[in-house]
């Protein structure tokens, strides 16, 4: 089982940027489909990218498309969630999640289609 934890959140000014880290341990972390999620306060948790095993397959939320990039480093162990640009709507807990099934089509956008996952770390951007 593998376990998850996020860093890299803080406060950042609009059109800034942030990098978040997902640390994973406990497990083989090549075998895992990776994701991050997010969730503002009053608000449902939300995907807002994935990326596949081998790191060549990424998805993004729309909102996002362009300005976050994912991606990972297998030998480290960790998921990278790069972001610039960012927007106060972007204010959000951050959290990351992994799936040990890999799909042939897109990968899941649920939260309830992820098993494992980290803690969280925030992210707050001010206008």
């Known amino acids: 089982q593998v376990q998850l934890v996020e860093s890299g959140g803080g406060l950042a000014q609009a059109g800034g940027s942030l990098r978040l880290s997902c640390a994973a341990s406990g497990s083989t972390f090549s075998k895992y489909v990776m994701s991050w999620f997010r969730q503002a306060p009053g608000k449902e948790r939300e995907f807002v990218a994935g990326?596949?095993?081998?790191?060549?397959?990424?998805s993004y939320e729309d909102s996002v498309k362009g300005r976050f990039t994912i991606s990972r480093d297998n030998a480290k162990n960790t998921v990278y969630l790069q972001m610039n640009g960012l927007k106060p709507e972007d204010t959000a807990l951050y959290y990351c999640?992994?799936?040990?099934?890999?799909?042939?089509?897109?990968?899941?956008?649920?939260?309830?289609?992820?098993?494992?996952w980290g803690q969280g770390t925030q992210v707050t951007v001010s206008s």
């Open positions: 999640a992994a799936n040990l099934w890999e799909p042939i089509a897109a990968l899941p956008i649920s939260r309830n289609s992820w098993t494992y």
């Open positions: 990326i596949k095993r081998s790191g060549s397959i990424t």
